[in-house]
């Protein structure tokens, strides 16, 4: 079938909402488009790891440290789905990470600001998740099939982690004094680098007309964002937490005016100079240097069981 022919087919199928499937034609630049977001996604699932390990030694409880360790772990595994759907588009892992290392690829900013206290941890589950259910289920809908199915099963777990942090979170507002401040003040730190996760104002944006012309991005950023912040205002509010934006106003239409997001501060952490960065990248090169072995060992054994089945 010529190109052109192919083209056609593409277009129906994604006009018809039949996923894209690997062995299926599709332009390049869709398929480059694909392979930016997904590899984001991964890499962003795998560093946000780090924030909230460094905390299980400190969980104030065997019960908040299993529920902690079983959210990293889960983690892990939406990495691992993501790279697999990424390599699905003829891309290799080690050319992922080597652009992640390389600072060729991007991971979410919000994993570049540090989590100081117990407080933290429940509003990184509460709001960070809690953004990521929102732009994630949206992404169920997302034309490429490996990638659509990964945010099924993802969308799944992450609902338990935005339990995880609100139940963490509202300990925290309903306990001592000193416990409430921690937990207005985690808030007033991570509330705004949330909103930011959902990337810049549409007109900003130079992704998402092509993104939405695929049916890769499936709704905006301005209009997740919007969704996020009306979700998430009044369970702040059921809490006595008070949202750190003067201008925050209930519209008639249930929905809330929010004030101006700070986007030099977005640019400045998307583009290296966050508060943790260099800590976030340094700590996955080491990590991934000395984890260079037991990935040669795995394909080792791999090799020699492939061998023993052949001479079989
Ligand atoms: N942090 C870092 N970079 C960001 C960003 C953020 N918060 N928001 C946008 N960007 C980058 C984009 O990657 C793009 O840069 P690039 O062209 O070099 O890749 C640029 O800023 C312009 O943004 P656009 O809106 O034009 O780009 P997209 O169309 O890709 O939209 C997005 C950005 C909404 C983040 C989209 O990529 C997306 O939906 N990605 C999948 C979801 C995701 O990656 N979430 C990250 C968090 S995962 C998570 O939280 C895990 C949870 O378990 C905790």
């Given at each position: ?34 392979i ?35 959210k ?47 407080a ?46 609100y ?16 937990a ?64 925050l ?52 054994y ?11």
């Open positions: 079938m010529d190109e052109a022919k192919q083209e056609e087919l593409f277009w129906k199928k994604i006009e018809a909402e039949e996923k894209i499937e690997p062995k299926d034609w599709m332009p390049e630049d869709y398929r480059k488009n694909l930016r977001q997904i590899s984001q996604h991964a890499h962003s699932e795998v560093i946000g790891m780090q924030p909230e390990g460094n905390w299980i030694t400190r969980a104030p409880s065997l019960r908040a440290k299993k529920v902690l360790l079983a990293i772990q889960d983690e892990a595994g939406h990495g691992l789905y993501l790279y697999s759907a990424c390599e699905t588009l003829g891309v290799s892992r080690d050319t992922l990470i080597e652009q992640l290392h390389q600072q060729k690829a991007k991971y979410s900013s919000i994993f570049n600001y540090p989590v100081l206290s117990w933290d941890i429940g509003a990184v589950g509460w709001l960070v998740d809690g953004a990521a259910i929102v732009n994630q289920v949206s992404l169920q809908r997302t034309s490429y099939g490996p990638y659509s199915r990964a945010m099924v099963r993802i969308c799944k777990e992450e609902s338990f982690h935005q339990r995880q942090g139940e963490i979170i509202t300990q925290m507002a309903n306990g001592t004094a000193e416990q409430r401040e921690m207005q003040d985690a808030l007033n730190r991570l509330w705004w680098p949330s909103l930011m996760m959902f990337g810049p104002t549409d007109k900003d944006s130079p992704n998402s007309a092509k993104a939405m012309k695929w049916k890769i991005k499936r709704e905006s950023n301005d209009l997740l964002r919007q969704r996020f912040i009306d979700k998430t205002v009044p369970q702040a509010e059921i809490l006595g937490l008070s949202i750190p934006d003067p201008d106003e209930l519209q008639a239409d249930g929905s809330y005016k929010f004030g101006e997001i700070n986007w030099q501060e977005f640019y400045d952490v998307v583009q290296g100079n966050g508060p943790c960065n260099k800590q976030r990248l340094d700590h996955h090169i080491k990590a991934h240097n000395e984890g260079a072995w037991v990935r040669e060992a795995a394909i080792a791999g090799m020699s069981k492939s061998k023993e089945t052949i001479a079989a």
